[in-house]
């Protein structure tokens, strides 16, 4: 469920309708829903009521932004974050070290020094040769990591190639054939305590069997390396959960998510970490878009709209779904291929879509960008970077300033020898 409802025919964001955050702002820009935030947020937690001791840390990448990350610290999350950068915004929003939790298959040194200094809660280690470099590191400074491995637990998630992390030639974690020596060599080491291990197969998981099947070998590793004399007190189970990206679409609820964990580790005894964020910020928000012309085509019209590729990447690398609705419906519809003014075929969000009759100068919305949306964005052909918009009932805010393509220009410089 989310609060982007269409009241006396104008689609509002809560209470505030976006023809005035269009007015205000400009366009393109994202427009977010605190309260959608906080309902999912809780939705996720109270699905996981029955998992005694646990940490929801939310996936910084799939929305970066401060004021969600301060709105998501405040529901009591914690952080997943795959570099310093991340784990800069993630402290900046308020959320403790110690809920913070940092994965990604290519930490560099200085990377482990400030997350290291910086008191994080976790470490994901996720090869051999990370573990001993962060190890390194640690006991030079008479510190000690907290640190899980992460197994790749060669499962197919069923997802996009390009989303899928948990086969065997995906290049996350280590094979879970090796793990138990692995996980050996890495215990043994001062300055690192490998308490426990991690896994993440994907995103945007349409069906919970994957989850259930890495879920299901990691119990059993968590069983070998015990009876091999370590002491396993963490798992980590990752993200991944899908969220409904057309009408009608039905996804697993995270209540079912919930009542799957609770069963298949009901008897590990350890700490559980999850990681979700698609399935927080995902429906959370929206890309407010205008349509700058339509433009007569072979066979369906283009409607052409002023964000592109380089705002809303998803459609150009996955040739992912986004539903597209008219701000301002008047019932009739049309087929349209909608596309943006960038020069690439890619910069394409539908061909042959059926959608609202727009005209030159409406506006209109790609639903669930609030995942993997603005946090994607680039300034290819020169666009600058799109603005982003929090709202709270009837008020909004700016929550990211449109970044001009002046100030990206402002940022070269031209070497006086070629002057
Ligand atoms: C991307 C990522 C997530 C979040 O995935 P969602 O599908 O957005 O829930 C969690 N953990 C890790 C390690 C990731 O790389």
């Not at 994202?30 to 840390?57: G, I």
């Not at 993630?90 to 997350?115: H, R």
Request: charged share 20%; aromatic share 6%.
């Amino acid at each position: 469920m989310d609060h982007f409802t269409t009241k006396g025919g104008v689609m509002h964001a809560e209470d505030v309708p976006l023809p005035r955050i269009a007015a205000a702002v400009g366009t393109p820009v994202y427009v977010y829903s605190r309260a959608t935030l906080e309902r999912h947020a809780r939705v996720f937690q109270e699905a996981l009521a029955e998992v005694p001791d646990k940490l929801v840390a939310f996936a910084v990448k799939s929305n970066p932004n401060l004021a969600v990350l301060k709105v998501l610290g405040r529901q009591g999350m914690g952080a997943d974050v795959v570099s310093v950068g991340e784990m800069r915004r993630a402290l900046a929003a308020g959320i403790a070290p110690e809920m913070i939790v940092f994965s990604g298959v290519g930490k560099t040194a200085a990377e482990l020094v400030a997350a290291l200094e910086a008191g994080i809660g976790q470490f994901n280690i996720e090869s051999e040769e990370e573990g001993v470099e962060l190890a390194e590191i640690a006991a030079a400074r008479g510190m000690t990591a907290q640190c899980t491995l992460r197994i790749n637990p060669d499962v197919d998630a069923g997802t996009h190639d390009k989303i899928s992390t948990g086969k065997a030639d995906n290049k996350f974690g280590v094979p879970i054939g090796e793990a138990g020596q692995i996980f050996g060599t890495l215990s043994r080491l001062p300055g690192i305590n490998l308490r426990g291990v991690a896994v993440h197969i994907g995103s945007q998981l349409a069906d919970l069997a994957p989850l259930e099947a890495a879920f299901g070998k990691l119990g059993a590793l968590v069983g070998a390396l015990r009876g091999a004399g370590h002491t396993i007190t963490h798992v980590d189970l990752g993200g991944g959960l899908g969220v409904p990206y057309r009408v009608g679409e039905v996804l697993p609820e995270p209540a079912a998510y919930g009542a799957m964990v609770a069963r298949v580790t009901k008897d590990w005894g350890v700490k559980l970490i999850f990681e979700p964020g698609r399935v927080i910020a995902g429906n959370a928000g929206v890309l407010l878009t205008r349509v700058v012309r339509v433009k007569r085509g072979i066979k369906d019209p283009f409607v052409i709209v002023d964000a592109a590729m380089n705002d809303l990447a998803r459609p150009a690398l996955y040739g992912a779904y986004h539903h597209f609705e008219a701000v301002e419906p008047t019932g009739a519809r049309m087929t349209a291929n909608i596309v943006g003014p960038i020069c690439e075929t890619g910069d394409t969000f539908a061909m042959g879509r059926e959608c609202d009759l727009l005209e030159a100068g409406d506006l209109a919305v790609f639903r669930t960008a609030g995942a993997y949306g603005a946090t994607m964005a680039s300034s290819y052909n020169s666009r600058g970077f799109v603005a982003e918009v929090l709202v709270d009932g009837d008020k909004f805010a700016v929550v990211a300033d449109r970044i001009e393509a002046g100030a990206i220009m402002d940022a070269e410089r031209v070497p006086e020898w070629l002057d």
